[in-house]
Each structure stands twice: as structure tokens, then as C-alpha cells.
């Protein structure tokens, strides 16, 4: 039973296209995050939401909006892709305002090309 | 000065060694303090949290903060090829509500 699943695993697609990614969580998690992982292993938050509530807003393009229906939902919508974008894309949970660290999702590496 | 700094490697230590990880930050108010393993291709894996000055052991795995030189570290005993990864280590400031990640280091048990 999966406690943190994103979708899809793999995503490979050209310049100017728009895409989504989909996390859930049935940890019973209050937070949920969006982090990106370069080539060099850096991860970086994107967003954050508390509750539905947007609490983080790293300094991200416009064209990446976040979306989350539910407590248990967080979904990445990015438009007009570029090269740059190609990275690891890793949604995560926590309790309590990350007080006890994040379970991560197992990833979604999107290839620009 | 990035907030979270560690080596990036590779620290190559031989199997049955101990393999020392450090980590500093730069924020004196961070209240929480984790180290998540990353296996190639994986995503990270939390294997120990340290909240409070001293020594924390689980197993082979020793975690130590010293907040007033506002350093964390990472001691694997008998390290085994199994945890050959990268060892990231993460931060919670508390004011923020978010983990800041070091860039990770690249750990090798060689045989």
C-alpha cells in the first residue's frame, strides 16, 4: 500500500507541450510539497500546501501552477515546457509542518526535449 | 553561503569502516534536523531525525547536532556496499514549514 504514489514515473515529451503530474497521499498528512532534483542532486521546494491552502511559493515560473483538490492531492500542471524543466520531480507529505521530516513519492522524471 | 552545506564526495570508505558525514546550516533558529539516504534513481528515504544537542543511535547510525557550532553529522558503523548512496542532509528552520536540503554526499564502500 503505497503511502506516497505519483504519476507518471517517466514523462518524455517536447518543447512548448503542457503537462501534469499527479501525487496522492493516504498517510492522513496535513502538507504536501513539490521539490525538484537537478542533475546534481540539489533538491529545491517549489510549493507548498497546507490543507488545501497554498502556504510556499518558491520563486517558480508562472507556467508551473499547482493544484490541490484535496488534503490527500497535489497535482504539478506546467505549460509550455521547456529543456530546463528536465529534472526529477518528487512530491512529499509531512505532519504537523514538517516537524518530523517528509515521506517522498517515488518520483517523476520529466525529459524536455 | 548556501543554508544547508555538506561535501559533496565521493567519500569512499572501506567495508566494516566507519563513513563520517557532516553537515552545517546557517540558520541559527532551525529547530529539526534530518538525514535521508538516496539510492541511484530512488527517492530519499528518511533514516534519522536529531531535534536536540548529543547523540542519537538507531542500529548502525549515529546522528550528532551541536547547535551552538550549528553542525549535524552522520556516523555509519560496519559500513556494508548496501549503503553505498547519497546521504542528504535536511533541515526544518520551523518558521517556514518546509525541509531545506544540503546537495548530498556521495557515499562508496568499496569491498
Known amino acids: 500500500d503505497t503511502a506516497v504514489s505519483q504519476t507518471p514515473k517517466y514523462l518524455v515529451t517536447q518543447m512548448g507541450n503542457d503537462k501534469s503530474i499527479k501525487c496522492e497521499q493516504n498517510?492522513?498528512?496535513?502538507?504536501m510539497y513539490w521539490y525538484k532534483q537537478d542533475s546534481k542532486k540539489f533538491l529545491k521546494i517549489m510549493f507548498s500546501?497546507?490543507?488545501?491552502?497554498?502556504?510556499i511559493n518558491e520563486t517558480v515560473p508562472n507556467r508551473f501552477s499547482p493544484k490541490s483538490p484535496d488534503k490527500a492531492h497535489l497535482n504539478l500542471h506546467i505549460n509550455s515546457l521547456e529543456l530546463g524543466d528536465s529534472a526529477v520531480y518528487f512530491c512529499?507529505?509531512?505532519?504537523?509542518?514538517?516537524?518530523?521530516?517528509?515521506?517522498f513519492g517515488s518520483g517523476t522524471r520529466l525529459t524536455v526535449v | 553561503q548556501k543554508e544547508v552545506e555538506q561535501n559533496s564526495g565521493p567519500l569512499s570508505v572501506p567495508e566494516g569502516a566507519i563513513a563520517s558525514l557532516n553537515c552545517t546550516y546557517s540558520?541559527?533558529?532551525?529547530?529539526?534536523f534530518f538525514w535521508y539516504r538516496q539510492y541511484s534513481g530512488k527517492s530519499p528515504e528518511l533514516i534519522m531525525s536529531?531535534?536536540?544537542?548529543g547523540d542519537k543511535e538507531d542500529g548502525r547510525f549515529t546522528a550528532q547536532l551541536n547547535k551552538a557550532s550549528q553542525y549535524v553529522s552522520l556516523l555509519i558503523r560496519d559500513s556494508q556496499p548496501s549503503d553505498s548512496a547519497t546521504y542528504l542532509c535536511?533541515?526544518?528552520?520551523?518558521?517556514?514549514?518546509?525541509?531545506?536540503f544540503g546537495t548530498g554526499t556521495r557515499l562508496q564502500v568499496t569491498l
Open positions: 500546501y497546507n490543507n488545501k491552502e497554498l502556504i
Open positions: 498517510l492522513g498528512h496535513d502538507t
Open positions: 512529499a507529505s509531512s505532519a504537523d509542518r514538517a516537524d518530523y521530516g517528509y515521506t
Open positions: 536529531i531535534y536536540s544537542n
Open positions: 535536511a533541515v526544518n528552520t520551523g518558521t517556514a514549514s518546509k525541509l531545506t
Open positions: 540558520d541559527r533558529v532551525s529547530q529539526s
